[in-house]
């Protein structure tokens, strides 16, 4: 257990490095340098120049990258271009505001989606089936962004029930988190009943039935165990999703995450907060992926790590 | 100067004879002030910064017996008003780092200049912020600002002139960051301080921006600079605006409050949200909603917000949109462009009446002349025609009847330029439509090695001619034009000092470039603007495109 934990370790360290590689010399290449874009249009070049030079952006691509990762090595991310303040430390005040959003959508997405589709496999070709498959397929065909302006239209502007958009209390989650949410269900309701009408159809779930256990029993506390490692592996890559693409729902919503930070750092130039940025959320999703394999074993205890 | 309209807080504190009669013994300062300027322009049609000196004469007790006479107001309520730059809006809580116009809204609320722009009859004009009055000699080589006695930051303490040398000799120093700093740099000598409410700024050549211009440089308190530090002001400034910053999150939104007893206006309302939702749809929702009062908007959606209450204000003609022949400026010998028929012929090939009522939905107006309508000297030339068969025949007279052009532009393309694009066509054109991302096109512009034309869009927040100084000189950031004569008259409105001439030869240099071909104008927009119903007044300073005054507003 101890050798595959250091494997993985080792493997998202070289991951992590690849992808804030391919980053710093992805940004670098784009057209349009940062002193330029942070000058702002009316500056003249000999401004330009000179932020350039502040900034270290007259170095050579070989210059910058080595100082770059010396920085990355000691956690010096350098302030963001644009705003002055820590490039990380920008990063860390919008993530949470994102890590809310992901996590209320994977328990919309797991939670309603899973129980939709343990209903399917309970009662296949029944209402709950069709209806639920007719439900998720409906989110999964429509785009999010579609989804989203619908729901401001319907439940903000129309019904008046919740707010349009922006940061608040509890009813300021609803529509950014439901749409986030109702577009991976789909697939959450798909898996979870082949899943579970793979298991409902085993041998050790008639066996159990012969013993005489009451089936919500059956279901809820064996079959959906049995069934949970795939269950769980979409949720962990939905998880990913969210934190990493809920781009889309935050400039709907404008929500003020990291997902909507990293855009904007993009077309401003902030290389520093797009690296920072970029580093946090593979560090993020390397230890979810590490974290959701570990309890594979937990939940199935065949499963041993060499 | 005795205009009476409503709704311009700045010219109801004019009128009055008592007003003049207490002001007799300033007044004579003030006349000293217009004698020494050399200039008793008083153009209450177009801006002049001569018309904020001229009226000085009345000012130094205005704000005493506008204390006098009217009720204290009390600040109530709150407004929200969505910039949508997202980032670009509140890059920056020290008002004084200021590199974009989205910026000016925040900067507007939380900070005052010494002399400030605002609405005046249907253009913009100037008035008295922290300084009362100021002298300039016929050499231009210095500015005197005679500060309000009365002038105090948000924190209470008063402003002095060493916080106008502070804040002017901050621009120049790094890190800080300015639109103007190298300009300022050049320009800029030093700021003697000869008693608290005197500021005298020295400069190393005219520069006339600095009053025309002078809202960009808003006044910061020196001691709570150098209380906080750098970063620490950034997060938490002080400044002397009609709002107070209390929180925000850089990039996401700012809370203000009101400063009561404001030593120039007092705002109606009492708190101030400022943030920035990229999505119009969205914004639009939000004024339905009542969650937001003011947004920007495009003018396609004017009859939503219409529909469902709301009201939409504009400026007049704040944007100017013009064509660039990159060809020959970068040199390209076999180009077409090189030609002024050839340009005069794809000039003559834009419908311009049925783009700007159609496509624009009504925001625009068709335009001969680049430039800000608004301000002084603006040269309000035809624009041309829309006839494809004279444009066909120029073309064919020039010899050059069929041709490929490369036709960059921001992405997303724009309907109107696949219109422009189709129209072109017909005249044997083939533009090569190359869109690029806003960073990368700005990247191309200033690079001056692309050849074919682009599409320029400038002019929010120009209020001086002197500004169009990147567009016309021949070592101008964004100028593809090299006329010694253009360079010459350009020279002499950035560094002159006579306000009538400088607006008289901005008027031809608009002129030769008409007459030369070497923009062709398209037309002006105007910046449009949703508000909500709770909002009861405020309106936009026309040619200026952005959400100002809001010290103004009622909800």
Same mark, same amino acid.
């Given at each position: 257990m101890a050798r595959y934990v250091v494997s993985r370790v080792l493997q998202a360290i070289i991951v992590v490095w690849i992808v804030t590689t391919l980053v710093f010399v992805l940004v670098r290449l784009t057209?349009?340098?940062?002193?330029?874009?942070?000058?702002?249009?009316?500056?003249?070049?000999?401004?330009?120049?000179?932020?350039?030079?502040?900034?270290?952006?007259?170095?050579?691509?070989? !210059?910058?990258?080595?100082?770059?990762?010396?920085?990355?090595?000691?956690?010096?991310?350098?302030?963001?271009?644009?705003?002055?303040? !820590?490039?990380?430390?920008?990063?860390l005040d919008r993530f949470p505001n994102t890590l809310k959003l992901a996590g209320i959508a994977l328990v919309i997405s797991v939670g309603l989606g899973g129980l939709i589709g343990v209903g399917s496999a309970i009662h296949p070709g029944g209402l709950v089936d069709r209806g639920g498959?007719?439900?998720?397929?409906?989110?999964?065909? +429509?785009?999010?962004?579609?989804?989203?302006?619908?729901?401001?239209?319907?439940?903000?502007?129309?019904?008046?029930?919740?707010?349009?958009?922006?940061?608040?209390?509890?009813?300021?989650?609803?529509?950014? !988190?439901?749409?986030?949410?109702?577009?991976? +269900?789909?697939?959450?309701?798909?898996?979870?009943? !082949?899943? +579970?009408?793979?298991?409902?159809?085993s041998d050790s779930v008639k066996f159990l039935r012969i013993k005489g256990l009451r089936e919500r029993e059956i279901i809820f506390k064996h079959a959906l165990r049995n069934a949970s490692i795939p269950i769980l592996t979409l949720a962990g890559l939905q998880f990913v999703a969210f934190l990493s693409g809920s781009v889309i729902i935050e400039t709907i919503f404008g929500w003020p995450g990291s997902g909507r930070l990293m855009v904007e750092s993009v077309t401003a130039r902030d290389y520093t907060v797009v690296q920072a940025g970029t580093f946090f959320i593979s560090i993020v999703l390397v230890l979810v992926n590490l974290v959701i394999d570990l309890t594979y074993g937990f939940i199935d205890p065949r499963i041993r790590f060499g | 100067m005795n205009d009476q309209r409503e709704g311009n807080y700045w010219t109801r504190k004019r009128v009055g004879r008592r007003t003049i009669l207490k002001g007799s013994a300033a007044g004579a300062v003030g006349a000293a002030a217009l004698a020494a300027v050399g200039c008793g322009d008083d153009d209450t049609t177009k801006s002049s910064p001569t018309a904020a000196a001229t009226a000085a004469a009345g000012s130094p007790t205005t704000a005493a017996t506008t204390a006098a006479t009217t009720a204290p107001v009390v600040p109530a309520g709150k407004l929200v008003i969505d910039t949508s730059v997202g980032g670009g809006t509140l890059q920056a809580f020290n008002p004084l780092l200021w590199t974009s116009g989205g910026q000016t809204p925040f900067r507007d609320a939380v900070a005052d200049p010494m002399v400030g722009i605002d609405k005046k009859g249907d253009g913009f004009g100037y008035y008295q912020a922290l300084a009362q009055t100021f002298e300039r000699p016929p050499d231009g080589l210095q500015v005197t600002f005679n500060l309000r006695p009365d002038a105090k930051f948000g924190d209470g303490t008063p402003v002095t002139s060493e916080d106008i040398k502070f804040t002017l000799d901050f621009v120049t120093t790094d890190p800080a960051r300015h639109a103007r700093k190298s300009e300022w740099k050049r320009v800029y000598k030093a700021t003697e301080t000869p008693d608290k409410q005197t500021a005298v700024v020295k400069l190393n050549e005219p520069y006339p921006l600095l009053i025309s211009f002078?809202?960009? $440089?808003?006044?910061?308190?020196?001691?709570? $600079?150098?209380?906080? @530090? $750098?970063?620490? $002001?950034?997060?938490?400034? *002080?400044?002397? =605006?009609?709002?107070?910053?209390?929180?925000?999150?850089? =990039?996401?939104?700012?809370? %203000?409050?009101?400063?009561? @007893?404001?030593?120039?206006? *007092?705002?109606?309302?009492?708190?101030?949200?400022?943030?920035? &939702?990229?999505?119009?749809? &969205?914004?639009?929702? /939000?004024?339905?909603? =009542?969650?937001?009062?003011?947004?920007?908007?495009?003018?396609?959606?004017?009859?939503?917000?219409?529909?469902? =209450?709301?009201?939409?204000? #504009? #400026?007049?003609?704040?944007t100017s949109f013009w064509l660039v022949f990159m060809d020959p400026y970068i040199g390209k010998t076999d180009s077409p462009t090189n030609d002024p028929r050839v340009r005069e012929a794809m000039s003559k090939a834009i419908n311009r009446k049925d783009i700007t009522a159609k496509l624009l939905a009504g925001g625009a107006n068709p335009a001969g002349s680049i430039?800000?309508?608004?301000?002084?000297?603006?040269?309000?030339?035809?624009?041309?025609?829309?006839? %494809? #068969?004279?444009?066909?025949?120029?073309?064919?007279?020039?010899?050059? @009847?069929?041709? /490929?052009?490369?036709?960059?532009?921001?992405?997303?393309?724009?309907?109107?330029?696949?219109?422009?694009?189709?129209?072109?066509?017909?005249?044997?054109?083939?533009? &090569?439509?190359?869109?690029?991302?806003?960073?990368?096109?700005?990247?191309?512009?200033?690079?001056?090695?692309?050849?074919?034309?682009?599409?320029?869009p400038t002019g929010a927040n120009y209020v001086d001619p002197a500004q169009w100084g990147l567009f016309v000189l021949s070592d101008g950031s964004f100028s593809y034009q090299k006329d010694a004569t253009l360079d010459t008259k350009m020279r002499s409105i950035i560094s002159g000092t006579d306000d009538k001439a400088r607006a008289a030869t901005w008027g031809e240099v608009q002129k030769k470039i008409y007459d030369d071909r070497i923009y062709s104008a398209l037309w002006t927009t105007s910046t449009h603007f949703a508000v909500g119903k709770r909002v009861k007044q405020w309106d936009p300073v026309p040619g200026i495109g952005y959400i100002i005054r809001l010290e103004q507003a009622k909800v």
């Open positions: 057209p349009g340098d940062a002193a330029q874009v942070l000058a702002g249009p009316s500056a003249p070049q000999e401004e330009i120049d000179a932020l350039r030079k502040e900034l270290g952006l007259d170095q050579s691509l070989g !210059s910058q990258y080595v100082d770059y990762m010396s920085r990355v090595v000691r956690g010096d991310f350098r302030d963001s271009l644009r705003f002055h303040e !820590s490039a990380m430390g920008l990063m498959k007719f439900f998720a397929i409906l989110g999964q065909s +429509m785009p999010t962004f579609w989804i989203g302006l619908l729901g401001i239209l319907i439940f903000a502007v129309k019904l008046g029930w919740l707010p349009a958009a922006g940061p608040g209390d509890w009813k300021h989650y609803i529509l950014p !988190s439901a749409t986030l949410g109702w577009f991976s +269900m789909a697939a959450m309701v798909r898996l979870t009943r !082949s899943a +579970m009408l793979d298991v409902l159809e | 002078n809202f960009m $440089f808003p006044v910061i308190s020196k001691a709570a $600079f150098d209380k906080l @530090g $750098f970063d620490g $002001f950034d997060g938490n400034p *002080t400044a002397a =605006g009609p709002f107070k910053f209390v929180s925000g999150a850089k =990039g996401d939104h700012a809370n %203000l409050t009101a400063v009561e @007893g404001h030593y120039r206006k *007092t705002p109606f309302i009492k708190d101030l949200v400022i943030k920035a &939702t990229p999505e119009e749809a &969205t914004r639009l929702a /939000q004024i339905e909603t =009542g969650e937001t009062d003011i947004c920007y908007m495009s003018p396609t959606n004017k009859d939503l917000v219409k529909g469902f =209450g709301g009201r939409v204000a #504009t #400026t007049a003609n704040d430039g800000n309508p608004s301000i002084a000297g603006h040269n309000n030339l035809a624009p041309d025609p829309y006839d %494809l #068969t004279e444009a066909k025949k120029i073309l064919d007279a020039a010899g050059h @009847g069929n041709f /490929q052009i490369d036709f960059s532009v921001i992405a997303p393309v724009a309907e109107y330029v696949n219109v422009v694009v189709a129209d072109w066509k017909k005249i044997g054109i083939d533009a &090569t439509v190359k869109p690029l991302e806003s960073g990368a096109w700005l990247a191309m512009v200033n690079a001056k090695k692309t050849p074919g034309l682009y599409i320029e």
